[in-house]
């Protein structure tokens, strides 16, 4: 039947015969599959904005920090102010295993703190971690000249210096070479042995990048911070939940420092994977709601088909009629009237579907011509999956607008059928 010239010219005759009701029944296929796109590509845009921030820090990865007590605890009183020490740093691999990375920190000026950087003439405040290398792993970024911090700058205590893009621009030249240069900070000179750059994008990007990295021990050293741990920074092994590490390292922490089991306040805590999950769970539920909403949308277009179909059947009912008593099956006769349905389903929908890709594909063109920087919007489109998807569902939905119809066109007796003028 799909190969038969009679068929496709009878197709095209029935159409042409029903010019407005045709082209206004395949505007609703079309427009439906047309919005359709337009959410999904819209949607997928929403996505990529919200779950940029993840592409620059690990997603399974726990932040743990001391507070002031809540409770009071073996002689204790409330509001003691503890620390986490270097001491931490083995207990925890050695009871905790299933943690892959540890990156114990410090800052200088403590959290959001800024110290001034100077080399020659030029100066800038910038933010100074005293890192282990495993930060790497847990603050995702990628080195544009030199090297990151070696376990070696670690045992013996080197001053180097990792340093930031917007920092190379503020103390560099343009094009000048930063490595082997010396930095000054807080009157101690450190060495640059490599430059970073953030996977984040505009204002992100800019601040990520006003930061200065050198060896923990040598940061401890220093600045006379003595055996301190400002902050944990933890990952997961990729078959151990994150909330298990941050549930564990947590309790573990409090027990060493003689803090209250019961007290949740004692040690502040961020999980970067609930908050992944959360994102995760929340787009999957908007891209179900837009497929419902667009497939309703579509629906109404098909019902449309649907009932032109059945209009052509009742005008074409003598014609089918002599079919049947020339011989033709009850299967020709439906495979007929579904193969006119999934045409006209199809044709109008691939038209709405192609629009709907090329009108997203503009407006991706255009931000990135323009070059918009949203942090809530980027980089909208439709996956090529999702396209066979939507085609999927025309060509289902078509067969299914032609089955009422057919199943009406096999029950004309013939000798009515014949009869009827």
């Known amino acids: 039947m799909l190969f038969d010239q009679d068929n496709w010219r009878e197709i095209g005759d029935t159409l042409k015969q029903n010019k407005l009701r045709s082209v206004l029944t395949a505007f609703g296929v079309f427009w439906g599959i047309f919005m359709l796109m337009i959410m999904l590509g819209a949607g997928t845009g929403l996505e990529n904005g919200a779950m940029h921030d993840f592409n620059s820090l690990a997603s399974n990865s726990v932040f743990l920090w001391t507070r002031p007590t809540t409770k009071p605890y073996k002689g204790f009183p409330r509001g003691r102010r503890f620390y986490f020490n270097n001491e931490d740093i083995d207990a925890l691999r050695q009871h905790i295993p299933e943690i892959e990375h540890i990156g114990p920190r410090n800052q200088l000026g403590g959290y959001r703190g800024v110290t001034n950087v100077t080399r020659g003439s030029k100066n800038g405040a910038f933010n100074i971690y005293g890192d282990y290398p495993e930060i790497a792993h847990i603050m995702l970024m990628d080195i544009t000249a030199g090297r990151f911090i070696h376990p070696l700058d670690l045992k013996d205590r080197r001053k180097v210096a990792v340093i930031g893009s917007r920092v190379y621009e503020i103390l560099f030249d343009p094009g000048a070479n930063p490595v082997g240069h010396y930095i000054l900070v807080k009157g101690v000179y450190f060495k640059v042995i490599g430059v970073f750059a953030s996977r984040k994008e505009g204002d992100e990007a800019a601040e990520e990048t006003q930061t200065v990295f050198i060896p923990f021990t040598t940061f401890q050293q220093a600045f006379n911070t003595g055996n301190l741990v400002g902050w944990f920074s933890l990952t997961s092994r990729q078959d151990v939940p994150a909330s298990a590490v941050e549930k564990k390292a947590a309790a573990f ?15 502040g805590r961020w999980n970067a994977e609930k908050d992944f999950r959360k994102m995760t769970n929340l787009f999957a539920r908007l891209r179900a709601l837009t497929w419902f909403v667009g497939i309703c949308t579509l629906m ?86 999702l396209a066979v998807v939507a085609l999927a569902v025309l060509i289902v939905s078509g067969a299914l607008a032609g089955l009422i119809p057919a199943q009406r066109a096999i029950r004309i007796r013939p000798v009515e059928a014949i009869r009827d003028k």
């Open 300 to 385: 109404a277009g098909v019902i449309g088909v649907s009932n032109i179909m059945l209009y052509i059947v009742k005008e074409r009912t003598r014609e089918i009629g002599i079919k049947r008593a020339v011989g033709a099956t009850p299967l020709a006769i439906v495979g007929q009237i579904v193969l006119e349905s999934v045409v006209l389903t199809t044709a109008s929908g691939y038209c709405g579907l192609v629009a709907g890709v090329a009108l997203t594909e503009l407006v991706a063109s255009i931000l990135r011509g323009a070059a918009v920087e949203s942090e809530f919007f980027k980089n909208p489109e439709i996956s090529l999956a």
């Open 253 to 267: 922490l409090g027990a060493r420092h003689q803090v209250a089991p019961d007290d949740v306040h004692a040690i």
